[in-house]
Structure formats: structure tokens, C-alpha cells
T-cell receptor, first 113, second 112 residues
Framework: DSGVTQTPKHLITATGQRVTLRCSPR?????VYWYQQSLDQGLQFLIH???????AKGNILERFSAQQFPDLHSELNLSSLELGDSALYFC????????????FGPGTRLTVL | TQLLEQSPQFLSIQEGENLTVYCNSS?????LQWYRQEPGEGPVLLVT?????EVKKLKRLTFQFGDARKDSSLHITAAQTGDTGLYLC????????????FGRGTSLIVHP
């Protein structure tokens, strides 16, 4: 158990819908990262937040957005869902977010039908 | 966009055999990390290498960072069934924000 929690574990929805994935970092960690893992693309970095502020963006689509709240939990919002958005979405946390050890959550498996 | 190429993509071996997994790029990385991921779980960090030429050992696993910090290898001695999993390398670009680039991974199956 990494100490990072993600909900829900599984999510099945239809094209065009909007979903919210939630992540609670390890106690004391200020940084939260979001990743997308699919069979054809591998693990892709989406976005990084540190203490409530966006720090870096990766290959995140405009239909996707994220935020980190004052209690440090984070949410990833995915809208206008397409079939190709079906993937595993991981959240990871670290203490400072400058290449220090990231602890990954168990992931949310999103299926878009 | 920095790319990390991992090889081989798949590896199926018998318990007790040795193996090496490679992670290559044309870009320089400030650090490189190796992770292992088991089905249904998130990746777990095995090691971080920072200095060119650095070698780190973790029990039966030996990690090496290339002198030019563009490539890395993971060698497993006397593989065990518990080593089965997806091995991912991830590089961090020099300077500025930490934006990790992951390889596609090597899927290892160790048969008893």
C-alpha cells in the first residue's frame, strides 16, 4: 500500500460524458501527478500540481483539467469523453515534486463505451 | 519530445536465468528511474540513478546509467517468479519543472 488513494477504482461511461477522478496523496506529500496509461501509448504524464498550484503540463488534452485543493487532494476532470480516452489513470504523490520518489496510487480504470 | 525506447518489449524466461533490459534515448536526462508494475497496481520505484556511469545494486538487480546519461540498463541475476512484472524506465529532462518521460516498458514473465 503506497498510501495514495484513488477513487473510483473502475468507471464505465458513455461517449460525450464527463467524469471526475479523485486522488488523495500520502500524508505530508505536497505534490500530485496525474498519468494516463494505455496499451498503445504506455504511461503518459498529464499534469503536476504542487501545494495547490499547477507546476507542469504534459500531454494533457484540452478536454481534461485538474486541480489540487487546499487539503491537497486532487481531481482530474475528463469531459466530452471519446472511446480513445479509455485507459488506466494513475495519480502519484511526492514530498516536493522535483524528481523525488513518487508513490503511485492503484489507479482508476476508465472504460468509455 | 524526448523518447525512451525500452527493449526487449517482452521477455519470457525460466527461473534461475539472467536477463538484461535496456532503456535508450537520444536525449540527455538529469536522472533516470526504474519502476516495476504488477497487474492492477501502480508502478513502484526501484531505483533512481543520477550520475553518468553510476551503478546501483538492489539485491539481485543491478542498474547502470550510461556515461552520457542517455541510456540505462537493468540486469537481473537468477530471476525468480516474483520478478514477474512490467519494468518501466522514466527519465527527467534537465532543468526547470520535473516532467518525467516513461518508456513503454518491458513485460517480464519468469516461469517456475
Amino acid at each position: 500500500d503506497s498510501g495514495v488513494t484513488q477513487t473510483p477504482k473502475h468507471l464505465i461511461t458513455a461517449t460525450g460524458q464527463r467524469v471526475t477522478l479523485r486522488c488523495s496523496p500520502r500524508s505530508g506529500d505536497l505534490s500530485v501527478y496525474w498519468y494516463q496509461q494505455s496499451l498503445d501509448q504506455g504511461l503518459q504524464f498529464l499534469i503536476h500540481y504542487y501545494n495547490g498550484e499547477e507546476r507542469a503540463k504534459g500531454n494533457i488534452l484540452e478536454r481534461f483539467s485538474a486541480q489540487q485543493f487546499p487539503d491537497l487532494h486532487s481531481e482530474l476532470n475528463l469531459s466530452s469523453l471519446e472511446l480513445g480516452d479509455s485507459a488506466l489513470y494513475f495519480c502519484a504523490s511526492s514530498v516536493v515534486g522535483r524528481g523525488d520518489t513518487q508513490y503511485f496510487g492503484p489507479g482508476t480504470r476508465l472504460t468509455v463505451l | 519530445t524526448q523518447l525512451l525506447e525500452q527493449s526487449p518489449q517482452f521477455l519470457s524466461i525460466q527461473e534461475g536465468e539472467n536477463l538484461t533490459v535496456y532503456c535508450n534515448s537520444s536525449s540527455v536526462f538529469s536522472s533516470l528511474q526504474w519502476y516495476r508494475q504488477e497487474p492492477g497496481e501502480g508502478p513502484v520505484l526501484l531505483v533512481t540513478v543520477v550520475t553518468g556511469g553510476e551503478v546501483k545494486k538492489l539485491k539481485r538487480l543491478t542498474f547502470q546509467f550510461g556515461d552520457a546519461r542517455k541510456d540505462s540498463s537493468l540486469h537481473i541475476t537468477a530471476a525468480q517468479t516474483g520478478d514477474t512484472g512490467l519494468y518501466l524506465c522514466a527519465g527527467a529532462s534537465p532543468g526547470g519543472s520535473y516532467i518525467p518521460t516513461f518508456g513503454r516498458g518491458t513485460s517480464l514473465i519468469v516461469h517456475p
